[in-house]
Each structure stands twice: as structure tokens, then as C-alpha cells.
């Protein structure tokens, strides 16, 4: 075949040595992050809230995103265009089965985003694979879940970051540090908000199940005991029902509010020793006298929080308190407690700062601020703190062994069985 002149310049040039053109994005300029500083990332159950997460992790230059696990095909067809359209190509790769994703030796780290249900497995079966793992909040269904998946971590020496992402927006690290620098005086109580206390064991009504490649509903359920297929339970109303959800949603809002105020009290080494219900009010008291009190109502003399917004924190001390929430705001008992408080108001709600923070570990190795650690106690809080409202009584546990203390009923309340072949 005769050899047209753009194949001889090009033979020609690699017989001679002569150099071939790099794109400057391939080195690392013009703003660029070269491929080899790149952390390539896939994600497993996609939906509203995971968006947010995968908005932020899209916007970081070092992030490469190639694929998407989701049990519904409407969900990781909307996550492949996101990917594609960020990068103007059609590399995402979609799959309903996880392990394809888990499996692949190019993917450094996972995004996962999935019903509570499954969240502590997905972080054992990714660390076990040897992915680095972001994962949306709560991260356990029990106490013995928020164990393992940390023993698992660590085990694997992973780096985790649990989606508590109010660790690092402005505010409330303003109002965590203000007590735990002194300037509040000796803390003597945290208030953490939360949801009303609620849960059911019903079932929703049998509707005709889709077909596998559609909505997977085996795979949806994973661990959880199987029920019939219903489609409000894959549209996200899977809430409040005790199979998929922590008991009474006190671990969800609990991992939103708990966790600062565990921060703030210096208490992410530990747990309280005690938890007493009060109708929908949990009275926690530490060890070292600290209370917690996870309350729906607040300090203004109308049921409300001093500070606006959703998912309030008040950290009290002898000489003063201070409150955070998600508007951005603070309050405060005196305005010198403000000096060199944040000038802007970061939402709660937003991951940017904690997905770089995860993002700068994953390179570093260190451990981030929501680490596995920090989370099995947080978690264990929340998780103590419902099983004492079930059971209607005061409940005394033991921070050092993990379980209660002389209840044989609490502590059979600590795990839950997984539906076969899902285990850790």
C-alpha cells in the first residue's frame, strides 16, 4: 500500500527520536493536574444527596470519575451524563453490580452513596478491595456495624472519611473550637438537635417488581430482611422504616448534630457512660460529668433555637455558649466570643470543604476529620442513645468494651442479623 506523507512524517520522527506533541494537560500545565497526580474515582448508589457529593468531587482537578454502580438504571444513566459532561467525553462507564466497579485495579477511590441499609457493607467491601472510601452519613445500622467498618478500615489501612461534612464548614468548626479552647469556660452541656422519634415495622403494599435491568430490587435490599417491592422505597421514602433506617432516625440526624457535639466536648476518644429518655428528649451525661442532651426544642422562649437554621448545635460552658447551624450563622452569649468568627456563611449542607479534605489524605495518607475512628464512637452515640428510647429506661454503657452495662436486653440490641449471601 502506498504510505501517505502523514505516515512518513510520523515514522519517520519516531525512527529518529524526534519528539511527538504532548498536550499540556498531560504535564500537569496550564492549571492541569498530570494523570499520574490524579485520583480516579467510581461511585456505588447514586441518588439526590450523592449528586451533591459527586458536584463537589467533580469540581476538584485532581479527581478523574469513570464509573457509576447504581441498582437503577435511571440513577446511573443520570450520573454517566454528569461525568461525561464534565469532561466532554463518554468514558463513564455504568453497571448495576458493584463489584465491577470494585474490581477495578484503575479506581483509587469510591464515593458511596446508597441507602443506609447498605452503607457499613459498601465500606467493608471497598476497603477490603483496596479503595479509598467517601461515605454518606450514618454510616452504620448498629452499633456493632459502626465496629466493624472502622476495624475493617483500618484493617485494610484505608482512608475514610464519613459524609459529616459540617467538620469542616466555617461555622460550626468556629463553635466546636470556641469550646474546646476554653474561652466558653469549663463545658458543662452540649445540645445536639434531632428528629422526632419515630419507626415503623410496616410493610408498604406488594407492587409488581421491575425488571432486573431496571430497578434491581434483590440487590437494593442487600442485607436488609427481603419484603415485597414497592417503588416509593427506590424513590427514597425508605426512611423511617426500622429494616432500612436506624432506630427511630436517631443515627441519621444523630450523625449531623452528635457527631459536633462530640467535638466539641473533646469526647471523639470516647462515649457517655449513660442514656435516660424524657418522652422525645435523650438525657446522655460523660464520664467526666459533661451532659449531652439531644433535644427537638430550643433556648428562645418559643421552642426554637437562638441561631436560624436546620440541624442547630449549643455548646455551653460556665462563662458562655454559642450556637451553629446549617444557615451558616452563630450565636453567641456575648459578642467578643465572635472575634475572628468566618466572614462568609458556608451552608451546612455543603461538602466542598470536606470532600478536599478527604481528597488531601488520600494523597497524604493522614487521617481525615471524620475518619473511621471518630465515626464508630460518633455513631455508637446515636445508636446507644435509640436503643435506650426503645427500650423506655436509663441505660449505663461502657466506652471501653462497647456495650452496656448488666443488660442483657440492650446488648442483644447492639447488631442485627444481614439477609444471606450479604455479610462482612
Same mark, same amino acid.
Given at each position: 500500500?502506498?504510505?501517505?506523507?502523514?505516515?512518513?512524517?510520523?515514522?519517520?520522527?519516531?525512527?529518529?527520536?524526534?519528539?511527538?506533541?504532548?498536550?499540556?494537560?498531560?504535564?500537569?500545565?496550564?492549571?492541569?493536574?498530570?494523570?499520574?497526580?490524579? *485520583?480516579?474515582?467510581?461511585?456505588?448508589?447514586?441518588?439526590?444527596?450523592?449528586?451533591?457529593?459527586?458536584?463537589?468531587?467533580?469540581?476538584?482537578?485532581?479527581?478523574?470519575?469513570?464509573?457509576?454502580?447504581?441498582?437503577?438504571?435511571?440513577?446511573?444513566?443520570?450520573?454517566?451524563?454528569?461525568?461525561?459532561?464534565?469532561?466532554?467525553?463518554?468514558?463513564?462507564?455504568?453497571?448495576?453490580?458493584?463489584?465491577?466497579?470494585?474490581?477495578?485495579?484503575? *479506581?483509587?477511590?469510591?464515593?458511596?452513596?446508597?441507602?443506609?441499609?447498605?452503607?457499613?457493607?459498601?465500606?467493608?467491601?471497598?476497603?477490603?478491595?483496596?479503595?479509598?472510601?467517601?461515605?454518606?452519613?450514618?454510616?452504620?445500622?448498629? *452499633?456493632?456495624?459502626?465496629?466493624?467498618?472502622?476495624?475493617?478500615?483500618?484493617?485494610?489501612?484505608?482512608?475514610?472519611?464519613?459524609?459529616?461534612?459540617?467538620?469542616?464548614?466555617?461555622?460550626?468548626?468556629?463553635?466546636?473550637?470556641?469550646?474546646?479552647?476554653?474561652?466558653?469556660?469549663?463545658?458543662?452541656?452540649?445540645?445536639?438537635?434531632?428528629?422526632?422519634?419515630?419507626?415503623?415495622?410496616?410493610?408498604?403494599?406488594?407492587?409488581?417488581?421491575?425488571?432486573?435491568?431496571?430497578?434491581?430490587?434483590?440487590?437494593?435490599?442487600?442485607?436488609?430482611?427481603?419484603?415485597?417491592?414497592?417503588?416509593?422505597?427506590?424513590?427514597?421514602?425508605?426512611?423511617?422504616?426500622?429494616?432500612?433506617?436506624?432506630?427511630?432516625?436517631?443515627?441519621?440526624?444523630?450523625?449531623?448534630?452528635?457527631?459536633?457535639?462530640?467535638?466539641?466536648?473533646?469526647?471523639?476518644?470516647?462515649?457517655?457512660?449513660?442514656?435516660?429518655?424524657?418522652?422525645?428528649?435523650?438525657?446522655?451525661?460523660?464520664?467526666?460529668?459533661?451532659?449531652?442532651?439531644?433535644?427537638?426544642?430550643?433556648?428562645?422562649?418559643?421552642?426554637?433555637?437562638?441561631?436560624?437554621?436546620?440541624?442547630?448545635?449549643?455548646?455551653?460552658?460556665?462563662?458562655?455558649?454559642?450556637?451553629?447551624?446549617?444557615?451558616?450563622?452563630?450565636?453567641?452569649?456575648?459578642?467578643?466570643?465572635?472575634?475572628?468568627?468566618?466572614?462568609?456563611?458556608?451552608?451546612?449542607?455543603?461538602?466542598?470543604?470536606?470532600?478536599?479534605?478527604?481528597?488531601?489524605?488520600?494523597?497524604?495518607?493522614?487521617?481525615?476529620?471524620?475518619?473511621?475512628?471518630?465515626?464508630?464512637?460518633?455513631? *455508637?452515640?446515636?445508636?446507644?442513645?435509640?436503643?435506650?428510647?426503645?427500650?423506655?429506661?436509663?441505660?449505663?454503657?461502657?466506652?471501653?468494651?462497647?456495650?452496656?452495662?448488666?443488660?442483657?436486653?440492650?446488648?442483644?440490641?447492639?447488631?442485627?442479623?444481614?439477609?444471606?449471601?450479604?455479610?462482612?
Amino acid at each position: 500500500m502506498q504510505a501517505t506523507r502523514r505516515h512518513f512524517l510520523k515514522t519517520t520522527a519516531l525512527a529518529l527520536g524526534m519528539p511527538t506533541i504532548i498536550p499540556a494537560s498531560a504535564l500537569g500545565k496550564n492549571g492541569a493536574v498530570a494523570p499520574s497526580n490524579r *485520583i480516579v474515582m467510581g461511585a456505588i448508589g447514586i441518588g439526590p444527596r450523592g449528586r451533591e457529593d459527586l458536584t463537589a468531587f467533580l469540581k476538584q482537578p485532581d479527581v478523574q470519575f469513570v464509573a457509576i454502580a447504581d441498582v437503577q438504571e435511571e440513577r446511573r444513566e443520570i450520573v454517566r451524563r454528569m461525568a461525561n459532561k464534565q469532561y466532554g467525553n463518554e468514558d463513564c462507564t455504568k453497571t448495576r453490580d458493584m463489584f465491577e466497579v470494585l474490581g477495578r485495579d484503575d *479506581i483509587d477511590a469510591v464515593l458511596i452513596a446508597t441507602g443506609d441499609h447498605w452503607h457499613a457493607l459498601g465500606i467493608i467491601l471497598a476497603s477490603k478491595a483496596g479503595k479509598d472510601v467517601y461515605c454518606e452519613k450514618p454510616c452504620s445500622m448498629t *452499633i456493632r456495624e459502626s465496629q466493624e467498618l472502622a476495624e475493617a478500615v483500618n484493617r485494610y489501612g484505608r482512608v475514610f472519611q464519613a459524609g459529616t461534612q459540617r467538620r469542616n464548614v466555617d461555622n460550626f468548626r468556629f463553635a466546636a473550637e470556641l469550646a474546646r479552647s476554653g474561652k466558653l469556660g469549663k463545658i458543662h452541656t452540649v445540645h445536639a438537635s434531632i428528629l422526632h422519634l419515630e419507626e415503623s415495622h410496616e410493610w408498604l403494599p406488594a407492587e409488581t417488581e421491575p425488571a432486573i435491568e431496571v430497578v434491581d430490587w434483590d440487590r437494593w435490599l442487600g442485607p436488609a430482611p427481603w419484603r415485597p417491592y414497592n417503588k416509593a422505597y427506590v424513590q427514597g421514602r425508605w426512611r423511617g422504616y426500622y429494616d432500612f433506617h436506624g432506630g427511630a432516625a436517631l443515627p441519621e440526624w444523630g450523625a449531623h448534630t452528635v457527631d459536633i457535639c462530640q467535638w466539641a466536648a473533646n469526647a471523639d476518644d470516647t462515649t457517655p457512660v449513660e442514656f435516660e429518655a424524657e418522652g422525645e428528649t435523650i438525657h446522655a451525661r460523660y464520664a467526666n460529668g459533661v451532659k449531652m442532651v439531644m433535644r427537638l426544642a430550643g433556648f428562645n422562649g418559643e421552642g426554637k433555637w437562638v441561631v436560624p437554621g436546620t440541624c442547630p448545635v449549643r455548646f455551653e460552658g460556665d462563662e458562655g455558649w454559642v450556637e451553629a447551624a446549617d444557615s451558616g450563622k452563630l450565636a453567641v452569649s456575648s459578642p467578643a466570643l465572635l472575634t475572628g468568627a468566618p466572614a462568609g456563611e458556608m451552608a451546612g449542607t455543603d461538602p466542598t470543604k470536606h470532600v478536599r479534605n478527604f481528597l488531601d489524605c488520600v494523597k497524604s495518607r493522614a487521617k481525615p476529620a471524620a475518619n473511621a475512628d471518630v465515626t464508630r464512637r460518633g455513631h *455508637i452515640v446515636s445508636h446507644a442513645a435509640s436503643i435506650g428510647w426503645r427500650l423506655g429506661r436509663k441505660v449505663n454503657f461502657d466506652p471501653a468494651t462497647e456495650t452496656f452495662v448488666n443488660d442483657a436486653d440492650a446488648n442483644r440490641m447492639c447488631s442485627r442479623a444481614r439477609r444471606a449471601p450479604w455479610h462482612a
